[in-house]
C-alpha cells in the first residue's frame, strides 16, 4: 500500500483524547475539528523543559531516492514510548511546493507517519497562509509608501529586496517588473517572489520566544535605504502590529497524533536549502515541557539543518540536544557510489562501499559539535544483508552504534533497538554541545569555518556583489550575526552534481542578503535560488479526489 493508503485505513482517535492521555486539559485545547487543535503557549514550563531530553534526528546528504528522515523521526518516537520512554515527536510543517513538485507529502511514511496525513500536507491550520499574508503586508506596505506624497520615507527603490512570497513552486515569478500601467499603478521596479519556506517571516516564527519577541523581531526587519543613504526598517513604516496580528493564530503549535495514536507536535517549515531547516522554538520547548523526551529533525542533510540548528536555533534559545541520530539508507549510499536510479534496488555491496564516505563525512561534522550520535540504517525490501552487512564493518571499531529501524514496514516495533541505543545514550549526556564558531567573528570567518570544516571546501569566492554587500552588512552594524548559508542540498558541495564526499572544490558567495528580524545573514551560494521549480512530472498530475472527498495521489 502506498502511505496514503495506509493514512486512510488508521480510525484516528479524537485529539482531545490524545490529549488527555498525556495529561492535556480539553480547555487547553484550541480545536481545529476533531483531529487537529492548536496548544496555547502558557504550557511552555521552564522547569519541565529542563529536565526533558531532546533527540535530534539528521541525515546524510539527501537523494532522489529519499532518505526517510521524517519516517525514522516518527517511528524513533513510537519505539521509545513503546519501550517505557514517554516521547513527542516535534517535526516541521509541510510546504505545498514539494507536496505538488517532486517530493510529495512530508509527514513520513508507511506505518511511521503523522495523521491527519492529507490535511496536514494541503494547507493544515493555515500557518503558512498566515505567514503569507503578513509577508505580502509588509511588501504592500512597502510599495504604497513608494507611491504615497505624504508620509512618503523617500525609500530608493533600488535597494528594497523585499520580495513577495507564495507557497508553491513557481519558476516564472522568481524575477518581475511590478508597478507597469502608469502613475496610478504604482511605482515600476524589479523584484520577485520566493517560495513561503524562504520567507523571513517563517523564520521570525521559527526563532521567536512568544508574541512579543516576534514583534520586536518584525521591528528588526531592514527594508533598503533612503535615497540619502538611512537604513529603513520595517517598525519605519508603522507594520508591526497589523503583521503579528495576522500571525495571532499561526504562532501556537499543532497538536496531531501518530499512526500510534501518541501526539506529535508540528509547527513552522523553513526549507534548510535556503532558510534554517528546523521547526519553531516554541514547538520544541511545548515538546520538551511535555514528554520526558523530543525528538526532532533538521533538513536536509547534517551539512545544512543541523548546522544550523546548533548555530542557530540552538544558540539562540539556548538549547542543546543530548544525542544525534544520523539517518541513512541503502539505496542512498548506492546512488552516492555512483549508481544510477534504475539500479537502485539491484544488490551492489561496492556501490555502498564507494558511497560511505558520505555517510563518514556527515558523522565527522557531528562530532565538531561534542554532540554523541548514533546511526539509524532505514530499511527498505530491496535491502540485502550483504548491503547492511558492508556498512556496519566499515564502521565497526568507530564508537558509533549501528541500528536497523524498519519503521515504515512495522512503526515503531521496527525501531525499538534504535529506541534503545538512543534512550541511553540521552540519560547518559547532559546538554552540552559547541558551536562551530563564535558570532563575534567576522561574517568571512564564520563562512569559511562552515564552509571548510562541514562542506570540506578547499577555498571560498566572494563575487563583486557580495564584497559590496559585506560592506554594507558591516556599516550597519550587522556582521555579529550568525550565518544562514544557502546551498543546494544535493552535494556536501555548492554544486549539486558533485555526490559522495567531494574533496577540493570552491563555494562560490553569489550575494548576501539580510535577514536582521531572524537575526541571521543569508550568504547565497553557486546557483541556489528561493523560488524553487516544478519538475518535469509534477506531483500535482496524480493528486485527485473524488465525488466523496477522497484524496489520492499524495505520498
Not at 523543559?49 to 532522489?64: D, H, M, R, W, Y
Not at 519516517?71 to 519505539?79: F, H, R
Not at 507594520?239 to 501518541?262: C, Y
Not at 552534481?497 to 536582521?516: C, H, S, W, Y
Request: net charge neutral; with cysteine; proline share 5%.
Amino acid at each position: 500500500m502506498t502511505d496514503i493508503d495506509i493514512a486512510q485505513r488508521v480510525q484516528l482517535k479524537d485529539i482531545r483524547e490524545v490529549a488527555a492521555n498525556w495529561n492535556i486539559d480539553e480547555d487547553d485545547l484550541i480545536l481545529y475539528g476533531k483531529h487537529k487543535a492548536k496548544l496555547p503557549l502558557r504550557l511552555i514550563t521552564r522547569e519541565k523543559e529542563k529536565q526533558g531530553k531532546l533527540i535530534l534526528v539528521s541525515a546524510i546528504s539527501p537523494t532522489p531516492a529519499g532518505e526517510g528522515k521524517t519516517t525514522v523521526s516518527i517511528g524513533l518516537s513510537e519505539a521509545m514510548n513503546r519501550i517505557g520512554k514517554q516521547t513527542m515527536p516535534v517535526l516541521r510543517e509541510p510546504s505545498l511546493g514539494p507536496v505538488f513538485g517532486m517530493k510529495g507529502g512530508a509527514t513520513g511514511g508507511g506505518y511511521s507517519q503523522v495523521l491527519p496525513m492529507e490535511d496536514i500536507n494541503l494547507h493544515f491550520t493555515g500557518d503558512f497562509s498566515a505567514i503569507e499574508k503578513a509577508h505580502n503586508l509588509l511588501a504592500a506596505l512597502i510599495d504604497n509608501n513608494l507611491q504615497q506624497q505624504s508620509g512618503n520615507l523617500n525609500i530608493d527603490p533600488r535597494t528594497v529586496h523585499w520580495k513577495r512570497v507564495m507557497d508553491m513552486n513557481d519558476r516564472s515569478l522568481r524575477r518581475i517588473v511590478t508597478g507597469l500601467g502608469g502613475t496610478t499603478y504604482g511605482i515600476p521596479r524589479e523584484t520577485g517572489f520566493d517560495i513561503t519556506a524562504a520567507s523571513e517571516i517563517m523564520a521570525i516564527l521559527c526563532l521567536a520566544e512568544d508574541l512579543e519577541d516576534l514583534k520586536r523581531r518584525f521591528d528588526n526587519i531592514f527594508i533598503g535605504f533612503t535615497f540619502d543613504g538611512k537604513p529603513v526598517y520595517a517598525r519605519d513604516l508603522n507594520a508591526t502590529g497589523a503583521m503579528a496580528t495576522l500571525m495571532k493564530d499561526a504562532i501556537r503549535p499543532n497538536l496531531v497524533q501518530t499512526i500510534e495514536g501518541n501526539p506529535a507536535i508540528i509547527h513552522g517549515g523553513p526549507f534548510a536549502n535556503i532558510a534554517q531547516g528546523t521547526n519553531s522554538v516554541i514547538a520544541t520547548r511545548m515538546g520538551l515541557s511535555l514528554s520526558d523526551y523530543t525528538v526532532t529533525e533538521a533538513g536536509f542533510g547534517f551539512d545544512l539543518g543541523a548546522e544550523k540548528f546548533f548555530d542557530i536555533k540552538c544558540r539562540a534559545a539556548g538549547l542543546a540536544p543530548q544525542v544525534v541520530v544520523l539517518v541513512a539508507t541503502v539505496r542512498a549510499l548506492k546512488y552516492h557510489g555512483g549508481a544510477p536510479m534504475d539500479e537502485l534496488r539491484k544488490e551492489s555491496v561496492t556501490r555502498v562501499k564507494a558511497g560511505l564516505p558520505n555517510l563518514e563525512k556527515h558523522l565527522e561534522n557531528i562530532g565538531h559539535f561534542g554532540v554523541p550520535a548514533v546511526i539509524a540504517i532505514n530499511r527498505f525490501e530491496t535491502d540485502t544483508e550483504a548491503e547492511i552487512q558492508a556498512i556496519k564493518d566499515h564502521f565497526a571499531g568507530k564508537n558509533v552504534e549501528i541500528h536497523d529501524a524498519s519503521v515504515w514496514a512495522e512503526g515503531g516495533k521496527g525501531g525499538e533497538s534504535l529506541a534503545r541505543a538512543v534512550a541511553k545514550l540521552a540519560d547518559e549526556n547532559g546538554r552540552i554541545f559547541k558551536p562551530l564558531y563564535e558570532n563575534e567573528w567576522s561574517v568571512e570567518q564564520k563562512v569559511e569555518k562552515v564552509c571548510k570544516t562541514v562542506y570540506g571546501a578547499s577555498a571560498i569566492d566572494y563575487s563583486m556583489q557580495a564584497k559590496k554587500d559585506l560592506r554594507k552588512i558591516a556599516e550597519l552594524g550587522l556582521d555579529k550575526l550568525p550565518v544562514c548559508i544557502a546551498k543546494t542540498q544535493k552535494s556536501l558541495s555548492d554544486n549539486p552534481a558533485l555526490l559522495g564526499r567531494p574533496k577540493d572544490f570552491v563555494v562560490t558567495i553569489r550575494e548576501i542578503e539580510i535577514a536582521a528580524g531572524a537575526g541571521f545573514l543569508i550568504p547565497i551560494t553557486g546557483t541556489i535560488v528561493r523560488m524553487p521549480g516544478l519538475p518535469n512530472n509534477p506531483a500535482a498530475e496524480r493528486i485527485d479526489i473524488d465525488k466523496e472527498g477522497k484524496i489520492t495521489g499524495l505520498f
